[in-house]
């Protein structure tokens, strides 16, 4: 068995799982954090992407054993319980989804985006959102979604660290 | 997948030791993007992984003596934002941009993309036209072998199970050699190539005469390959329109392209003369930039 310790969502876990444990399988069956999906299992879909030390990946390729140590961010750490996150918001606001599958790594990929790169211009959201595949929308009211939360961060710079 | 072991090298002489000490039933992970991926489908496995996604002193980007070391381990996403590949290689940076997306980016390594040794690797042609050396360590010591015979075909390299690729050096004679990359998909995101090319190419503004053109190919033969008759062609000729669409020509016959589901090998080899061509005029295009700016 592999130990493993990270930081999820703030809070320092440790888990011992079998060493061939990935990190996405990690977070939802000895974590219970099921928000990042297990779509297709090999980094084509994105809808397992987490935050690790602040870039997205997929979870579905990286070992537990490999994040060791590190700290990791999954949807289920962007809201509190009184209040969304901005990008949850807008999605909710612009219906950026249907089905929803997609919808955390999508979120996940968009976070680490605007984490880096505060004002994106379309061209650098779409690229930012190509790993992560959505069969329902069109992508055109996600990229919108994350354009209102830009400019919303550019007027009022507090929710910024959200 | 199948269980396994996992040990996590500090640095690379603790990863060269760990793999003469589990090989050859020991595999190693860099970004896991290609291995992992690979091991969920397969009914074997190695016993043991051995980690080397750690091993710092294999993540630097520096010019040295030699001229510029790549450490294996530096992402795509690192050659991306680094300063100076932006500055004498923007091919390189190209070429990693069009690689997966951001996810498989942030993960995947230059070395780790080589060793797969599949012919649409797109870090590939850009670093076999710039001539560049891959440094293998392992108990025996360290070895140089050139991009060109790196190698052997589609999966297979000269690497041997207890060899560690540490670096990847483009030599001193190549620094800011004008090169251009060019890869065509299906889509822009997360394709394979069907063709690519790179061109580096050094060229006298004044007289259009060039020298030392180098051309490499992706996705139309076993391996990544050199193109050299398309490029004798060109050597010591002014670099003409004419002259850069007939290397495209001659590359499109030295390509051995096959069909498959994604194009039929005759698209392959028309593909391969377009993308020569440009390639070509992207590297001159950026001989003269360069020539203006100095
Ligand atoms: C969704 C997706 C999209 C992709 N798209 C592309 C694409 O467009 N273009 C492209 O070229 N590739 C693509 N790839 C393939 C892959 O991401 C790249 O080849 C990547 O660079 C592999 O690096 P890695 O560090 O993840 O390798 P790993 O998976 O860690 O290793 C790959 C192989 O190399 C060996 N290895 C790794 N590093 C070393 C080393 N230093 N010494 C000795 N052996 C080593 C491993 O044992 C393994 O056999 C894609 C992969 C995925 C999952």
Redesign the pocket.
Do not use: P, R, Y
């Given at each position: 068995m592999a130990k493993v310790t990270i930081t999820v969502n703030g809070e320092a876990r440790t888990v011992s799982v079998p060493p061939e444990t990935t990190l996405l399988k990690l977070l939802r069956e000895h974590l219970n954090l099921t928000g990042a999906k297990l779509g297709c299992d090999?980094?084509?879909c994105g809808a397992c992407t987490v935050i690790v030390n602040g870039k997205s990946v997929?979870s579905c390729?990286m070992l537990a054993s490999q994040v060791d140590g590190f700290d990791v961010l999954t949807i289920e750490g962007l809201a509190t319980t009184d209040q969304l996150h901005p990008l949850q918001t807008a999605f909710e606001e612009k219906g950026s989804l249907q089905c929803g599958f997609c919808g955390p790594g999508v979120i996940m990929s968009a976070k680490a985006l605007l984490d880096e790169e505060p004002d994106p211009s379309v061209e650098r959201i779409r690229d930012a959102l190509a790993?992560n595949l959505c069969r329902c929308t069109g992508y055109s009211k996600m990229i919108e979604a994350v354009q209102a939360v830009a400019n919303s961060v550019n007027s009022h710079p507090s929710v910024k660290s959200a | 997948m199948r269980a396994f072991d996992v040990v996590t090298a500090k640095d690379s002489r603790h990863a060269v030791a760990l793999l003469a000490e589990h090989a050859p039933t020991a595999?190693?992970?860099?970004?896991?993007?290609?291995?992992?991926?690979?091991l969920k489908f397969s009914s074997h496995g190695p016993a043991m992984v051995v980690d080397?996604s750690r091993v710092e002193d294999?993540k630097a980007i520096t010019i040295t003596d030699e001229g510029l070391s790549i450490g294996?381990?530096v992402?795509?996403t690192a050659i991306m934002r680094s300063p100076i590949i932006n500055d004498m290689f923007p091919a390189l940076v190209h070429a990693a941009h069009?690689?997966?997306?951001v996810q498989?980016r942030n993960?995947?390594?230059?070395?780790?993309?080589l060793?797969?040794g599949?012919p649409?690797?797109?870090?590939?042609p850009t670093l076999m036209a710039l001539e560049a050396i891959i440094v293998i360590l392992s108990p025996a010591g360290r070895r140089q072998v050139p991009m060109a015979e790196f190698f052997l075909g589609p999966r297979k390299t000269v690497?041997k199970p207890d060899?560690?690729?540490?670096e990847i050096l483009i030599p001193k004679q190549n620094l800011g050699k004008p090169t251009h990359f060019l890869k065509f998909?299906l889509r822009k995101g997360?394709?394979?190539?069907l063709v690519s090319a790179a061109a580096s190419v050094w060229v006298d503004v004044d007289t259009q005469i060039c020298s030392a053109p180098r051309i490499s190919l992706g996705a139309v033969a076993p391996t990544v390959i050199r193109a050299p008759k398309a490029e004798a062609h060109l050597d010591g000729r002014p670099l003409t329109a004419d002259a850069m669409a007939e290397a495209g020509r001659i590359a499109a016959s030295e390509a051995k392209p096959i069909s498959d589901f994604r194009a039929s090998a005759g698209y392959r080899r028309e593909l391969v003369a377009v993308l020569t061509k440009r390639a070509l005029e992207g590297a001159y295009e950026l001989a003269k930039t360069k020539r203006r700016g100095a």
């Open positions: 090999v980094g084509d997929n390729l790993g | 595999k190693v992970i860099a970004g896991g993007t290609d291995l992992l991926a690979d080397i294999l294996a381990l992402t795509h069009t690689i997966g997306a498989t993960l995947g390594t230059l070395g780790g993309n060793v797969t599949v649409s690797m797109d870090s590939g690497l060899e560690l690729l540490a998909g997360q394709a394979l190539a």
